[in-house]
């Protein structure tokens, strides 16, 4: 039941968020619904004006404060169309804000321990695209949704007062509009589920192709898979026709019952005009009433047939929120562990762990009970085997992960550095990264920090020195580069604690020996470091080496 | 922010290669756009004949009520009403069909188009499109120009046709009206075509890149959590998030506003143009020049022309988008060279080719340095060389001129004698083969993988070809066997059964050079040994270049090394 259940939710979270939005919102019905009676009046005025002129033949001029009159009405429509659009676009944007805020503090609390079995990409594309796909929900539908009841019964309220008989025709049409709106609904998500599977479908075959193309070059194969990459198209388009073909039916059925409502309100008029018709209120016909009538007909359809336009708009959104609302079920306190205050560390430790633990969901225990004492000045290598809980530690040590038993204690206050395979590289300056670590420090402590991180050598050779912009996820800095970027940013940050967890991994020799220097005067400075590592010259600096077993409980 | 060119010169000039492609399938989109034609006249034509038949029903009502002999003919004009909303119903269903089907034809001839565009870019052209989100900007900007018929073109066009047709019709009975109700129309027109699309291209054209701003802002957020979280800088990144958001928002807000903006007008214009043809109407009744009826039809024509205009604020003012698509991928037209065809018909000897590069340089577009500065080299038929040095030494570089991949700046590169640019494309396909550091494994089945290199193999050689990598074995007992499907990127097999795919891609042909980028990358010890003597037996009679970084005289070092040549920095360090 799973299924039937998520979408519901998804669903819920929308409507909860609309709700914020609840006063623009219901500005925008307003502005929609005055539209209308505008819309009406106008109409109204129409046949009136027609009735005078061909039937009582009133002088043209003593017609104009009509016309002014409808002028006037056809402004102030437009001022309300424009206040309808505007009321849903600033809530859409003020929701969109809302829910990404809303996401990035809630993967701010899982913090790196709960994202790193994510793949940030797709997180990304999904805080930028999902979020965007709301858009047309809140700025359109939503709005629509009620107004499609709205107005269609503010018609009808006017064709009544004119012609009862004419607004029963309306009426009998009205146990349909649900069907309709059914029909509409069904149609639309349907289309929308299978075009999404079939079109990313395709797409991967596309990005397939495009990707392999250097392989196919090689092999001489593009002219080949040029062809496939049209026959596939053409493939596809040759299926969703076929859903097509039924999928536009519902449309064409809600389509077809507007015109046919004119047609019919019309020869009705018609033949009560000519007098044919002697039944009810037929006989009180009279030009302007029977035009009016008339003009009525297409507006009782327009708000369903504008809600059947929307309705792509939602199957978007509740897609969207599916993604969202699954990102939002993890809880983070699971994580971290509650909040509540353990005791600061003994004078002279930066850090205590005492019989700390820690547990995965669906893992169970990874981590201890562990005893552990880090003391300023300290070297610690911290070693096991691949999934053996050395980045745990460090996460746990970080405050990334809470004991699930036992306690952490850190010293009041406690600042730390923190370091790993993949340095951030935030597009800019190449000082604005590393005032990162120190928002305030001068470009004199910049340039020593990357000196004592042996990047010295680079600065001379940038012409641009710390104002040389590193590009979009490092661009234009080698794997070494970067990661002595980020030992700078350590060296200029005065944390006691540094943890870093497989600094020399990804590095080749040359770059390995520069780091494990930087990280030897890193110690000397006094700096507690701790160290996950396999590397011989790395656990070499150390003083202390706590051997990570994979069997819990005998760590230490 | 105007550093794009906002001239409609530059508009013009930017869509012309697509408008040419669209202008291949012509009859299809005149086809798309007389059904549209024929909905619009429908649905014109049902309110103006209703308001025709009501106004002359109730003139002739009120005679007969007089006592006057009137006759009106109800049966035409009431089959002329259901008519009409019979074709409304039926035009729209079809036009929606058919332009679909249009509109997904148009889609196979821009990505086959496109494909072949992609399939002419060099080695370095490719190397710097290969994120992902490339990939996922291509397929957007190959979508956003796909609409470009359905949004843009017919639309507008089919609105133009609509206006001239009501003006002209209704000049038929009052000219008047028709030149009036046309004229305002047709400025109202201009205003939502161009008017709109002038005040939104910077903003609608800037949407991508702001996303796009704010995707790399986020991915660094995520993947450099823990520092931020270390270092405090997590509110202060937030901050940089939040003005990316702003300034995005902002171009929304101002194309959002400028939508509502144009929807209002269409509303104003509709209204405006329909109440002028009531009152020029209503003069001309008044100076007997106008029958009743006709008073009555002509403003409810013109209200039932809102249908023709209301897609336009929309679709216009978002003109910038489609523009920037268009812009992102002529680029990528411009980028792909036509490769050098080797039209010289020169073909080299049959056996072993030699190998022979003379003081080449060369230098990536916006590096600052050269990547291979003067280099020489040169391999006997049948000769073994590993080019050794770290990543980022000129290896891949080498390999992808000696591809003719890349186009060397400087100097003279020679297969078998014969200058590499005067080589027939198809026998340098067929006869220099290549292992590449990354394996690209279609998503497709393993047959269809091996066939890359053989398209004609039968499946007795792809067996052979598999048990040459030790994977016949593993492949017999899949349930598909060489049906089976390796997934996106191979992602079904692991990195080492990739690695010996791509080895038995090469046993399948017999090429007289071989490059071999890390041929032993991410398999076990075992394997290389029973590998090793198999490639060294099948390299014989073969010249071959190993890339390497470094030998360390092992096991995992490729066999039969001649001599090994490394490079530091785009240039020979040392020749063993």
Known sequence: MAEAREPRQAARWLAAHAALERRRLALAVAAGVLATLATLAQLLLLARFVGALLVEEAPLATLLPLAIAMLGLVVLRSLALFAQERQGLAASLALRRRVRGELLDHLARLGPAGLAARHTGALASQLVEQVEALDGYVARYRPQLVLALLQPLAVLAVVAWLDWLAALFLLLSAPLIPLFMALVGMGAERLNREQFVAVSRLSGHFIDRVRAVATLQLFGRTREATAEVHAAADDYRRRSLRTLRLAFLSSAVLEFFASVAIAVVAIYVGFGLLGYITYGPSPQLTLASGLAVLLLAPEFFQPLRVLSQHYHDRAAALGAADGLVALLDEDPDALRGSAEAAPPAPAGRLVVLEGACVDYPGRGRVLGPLDLALAPGEVVAVTAPSGGGKSTLLALLAGFLGPAEGRRCTAPGLRFAWMDQRPLLVKGSLADNLRLAAPDADDASLVEALERAGLAELLTRLPEGLATAVGERGAGLSGGQAQRLALARVFLSDAPLVLLDEPTASLDADSEAVVVAALRRLAEEGRCLVIATHHPALMALADRRLALDASPGEGA | MSRHDQSPVGLLAELAPWLRLLARRRGRLAGGAGLMVLTLVSAIGLLALSGWFIAATGLTGLLLAAGVAARLDVYLPGGGIRAFAVTRTVARYLERLYNHDTVLRLLADLRGRLFAVVAGLDADALARRRASDWL???????????????????????????????????????????????????????????????????????????????????????????????????????????????????????????????????????????????????????????????????????????????????????????????????????????????????????????????????????????????????????????????????????????????????????????????????????????????????????????????????????????????????????????????????????????????????????????????????????????LGPRLDAWLAGRTTLFLVHQLDGGAFDPPGIDHALTLVEGQPGGYT
């Not at chain 2, 003109?319 to 037209?333: E, F």
């Open chain 2, 136 to 530: 996922g900007r291509l397929t957007a900007d190959i979508d956003t120009l796909d609409s470009l018929f359905l949004r843009l073109l017919a639309p507008a066009g089919v609105a133009l046709a609509a206006i001239l047709g009501l003006g002209a019709f209704l000049a038929l009975f009052a000219p008047a009206v028709g030149f009036s109700v046309a004229a305002l129309l047709l400025v109202g027109w201009g205003w939502l075509v161009v008017g709109q699309a002038r005040l939104g291209m910077a903003a609608s054209r800037r949407q991508v890149e702001g996303r796009d701003a704010l995707r790399g802002r986020l991915v660094e957020q995520l993947q450099g959590l823990a520092e931020l979280e270390a270092y405090g800088a997590l509110a202060d990144h937030r901050r940089r998030l939040a003005a990316l958001e702003a300034a995005l928002y902002r171009d929304q807000r101002r194309l959002g506003s400028l939508v509502a903006l144009g929807n209002a007008l269409v509303a104003l214009l509709v209204g405006g143009a329909s109440l002028a043809a009531l009152w020029l109407a209503a003069t001309a009744w008044q100076a007997g020049a106008l029958s009743g009826p006709l008073v009555v039809m002509m403003p409810l024509a013109v209200l039932a022309m809102n249908e023709a205009l209301a897609a336009l604020p929309a679709a216009f003012t978002w003109l910038g988008a489609t523009r920037g698509a268009a812009a992102r991928l002529n680029a990528l037209r411009r980028a792909a060279s036509p490769p050098p065809s080797g039209e010289g018909g020169a073909t080299p000897l049959a056996g072993p080719l030699s190998v022979e590069m003379a003081a080449v340089s060369l230098r990536y577009p916006g590096a600052s340095l050269p990547t291979l500065e003067r280099l020489s080299l040169r391999l006997a038929p049948g000769e073994r060389l590993a080019l050794c040095g770290a990543s980022g030494a000129g290896k891949s570089s080498v390999a992808s001129l000696l591809l003719r991949r890349l186009a060397p700046d400087e100097g003279q590169i020679r297969l078998g004698g014969v200058a590499l640019a005067a080589w027939p494309e198809e026998a340098l396909r067929r006869r220099v083969a290549a292992l590449t550091q990354r394996v690209d494994l279609l998503d497709d089945s393993l047959a269809a993988n091996l066939r890359l290199a053989a398209p004609d193999a039968e499946e007795g050689a792809l067996w052979a070809a598999l048990a040459w990598v030790e994977l016949a074995d593993w492949a017999a007992a899949l349930p598909e066997g060489l049906a089976t499907r390796v997934g996106e990127g191979g992602r079904r097999l692991s990195g080492g059964q990739a690695r010996r795919l791509a080895l038995a891609r090469l046993h399948l042909m017999a090429p007289d050079l071989v490059l071999l980028d890390e041929p032993f990358a991410g398999l076990d010890a075992e394997t290389v040994a029973r």
